[in-house]
């Protein structure tokens, strides 16, 4: 039972021996899958922790928060390794399984969608180096906040679901696998 903070969000951590869970006032707790006990703990974010996703090889997770930003982890130690930056709260993050790329979804809160465009709105899907933090582009579709991101397990294309009720799958171009990162 957790008494002091909502469970928000929560994934298996490396072997399935824990589980990392992400709770409602931005703290991280890891805890033994056998005995419920928390084996560690970690506080990065000042908000609620909308979602976590661990790494292709399970060996770092990612969180997206309200406060603005999404944070990178070691799975076993959950330290903190690094950090990407929006100015409206992220509601989803995934890690590429093929790149050292990250993308981040999110928008301002639901409930103030209808009085903003979307322009403004912020609903973009936004790219990001792993290692340079950088953000390095942006594709647009939605026109409500985006709630959930995945890459697909090949790493050729990613899926996007928002508030504004659709799915969409965007593959990427050639030019996206000739560049050299």
Same mark, same amino acid.
């Given at each position: 039972?957790?008494?002091?903070?909502?469970?928000?969000?929560?994934?298996?951590?490396?072997?399935?021996?824990?589980?990392?869970?992400?709770?409602?006032?931005?703290?991280?707790?890891?805890?033994?899958?056998?005995?419920?006990?928390?084996?560690?703990?970690?506080?990065?974010?000042?908000?609620?922790?909308?979602?976590?996703?661990?790494?292709?090889?399970?060996?770092?997770?990612?969180?997206?928060?309200?406060?603005?930003?999404?944070?990178?982890?070691?799975?076993?130690?959950?330290?903190?390794?690094?950090?990407?930056?929006?100015?409206? !709260?992220? $509601? +989803?993050? #995934?890690?590429? *399984?093929?790149?050292?790329?990250?993308?981040? /979804? @999110?928008?301002?809160?639901?409930?103030?969608?209808?009085?903003?465009?979307?322009?403004?709105?912020?609903?973009?899907?936004?790219?990001?180096?792993?290692?340079?933090?950088?953000?390095?582009?942006?594709?647009?579709?939605?026109?409500? !906040?985006? $709630? +959930?991101? #995945?890459?697909? *397990?090949?790493?050729?294309?990613?899926?996007? /679901? @928002?508030?504004?009720?659709?799915?969409?799958?965007?593959?990427?171009?050639?030019?996206?696998?000739?560049?050299?990162?």
């Amino acid at each position: 039972p957790c008494s002091e903070s909502k469970i928000t969000s929560a994934v298996w951590g490396p072997l399935g021996e824990t589980i990392i869970a992400g709770h409602e006032n931005g703290e991280l707790n890891q805890y033994s899958a056998k005995s419920g006990e928390i084996v560690n703990s970690a506080k990065e974010h000042s908000k609620q922790i909308n979602d976590i996703q661990t790494s292709r090889d399970m060996t770092m997770f990612i969180t997206a928060s309200k406060d603005c930003s999404a944070k990178l982890f070691d799975c076993t130690s959950l330290e903190h390794q690094k950090t990407f930056r929006t100015e409206r !709260p992220v $509601n +989803s993050a #995934a890690l590429s *399984p093929i790149y050292d790329h990250v993308v981040l /979804g @999110g928008g301002q809160e639901a409930m103030d969608v209808t009085t903003t465009s979307t322009r403004i709105g912020k609903f973009e899907a936004r790219f990001f180096h792993l290692g340079f933090e950088e953000e390095f582009g942006r594709v647009k579709g939605h026109f409500g !906040p985006i $709630n +959930s991101l #995945a890459f697909h *397990p090949d790493g050729k294309s990613y899926s996007s /679901g @928002g508030e504004d009720g659709y799915v969409r799958i965007h593959y990427f171009d050639q030019q996206y696998f000739d560049f050299e990162f």
